[in-house]
């Protein structure tokens, strides 16, 4: 039983070291009010939280998917990163919608001004009946919505603007 239990505390803080957080922000520079909670659980899988609870008003839901590289979209985003399955559009009502996105696994810096630099950090294209919806992209904020100053001035990443 001590075994079981030492395992389990190595375990979790093995998880706890590898965990990143980040926020969304847009192209326009508006902040989102959902953020990620990833976990890396080894071997390229990866899984986590899509927190909509402090500042979207919905449920959090979760997040599941692979470690991996995304090819140059027109520049919008490309290099190492995440490719995760999102459960969110059930909170949403649409219960045959997908939202599926790439996410770097670091922050985009910012300059003096506040505004983002380099190639946008996430990509997500929404579905609906196995059919593209939409595609929004963005920035990756070391800020979460409501700490240092950030407030959310848009709404979900997922939901069309």
Do not use: R
Request: proline content about 3%; aromatic content about 16%; some cysteine.
């Amino acid at each position: 039983m001590k075994k079981l239990a030492l395992v389990l505390v190595v375990l979790a803080l093995g998880a706890l070291a590898s965990a990143q957080t980040f926020g969304f922000a847009s192209i326009g520079g508006g902040f989102y009010c959902n953020y990620e909670q990833l976990i890396n659980e080894g071997a390229g899988l990866w899984g986590g939280i899509d927190n909509n609870i402090n500042f979207c008003g919905f449920s959090n839901s979760y997040l599941s998917g692979l470690q991996g590289s995304l090819a140059n979209l027109n520049g919008v985003t490309s290099g190492p990163g995440v490719i995760l399955g999102d459960t969110v559009y059930p909170l949403f009502g649409y219960y045959n919608g997908q939202w599926a996105y790439f996410t770097a696994l670091k922050c985009n810096k910012q300059n003096k001004f506040g505004q983002y630099k380099g190639k946008p950090g996430w990509l997500g294209q929404a579905t609906n009946y196995g059919f593209e919806y939409f595609v929004n992209y963005g920035y990756l904020s070391c800020s979460l919505p409501g700490k240092n100053g950030k407030a959310p001035a848009k709404g979900h990443i997922s939901k069309k603007d």
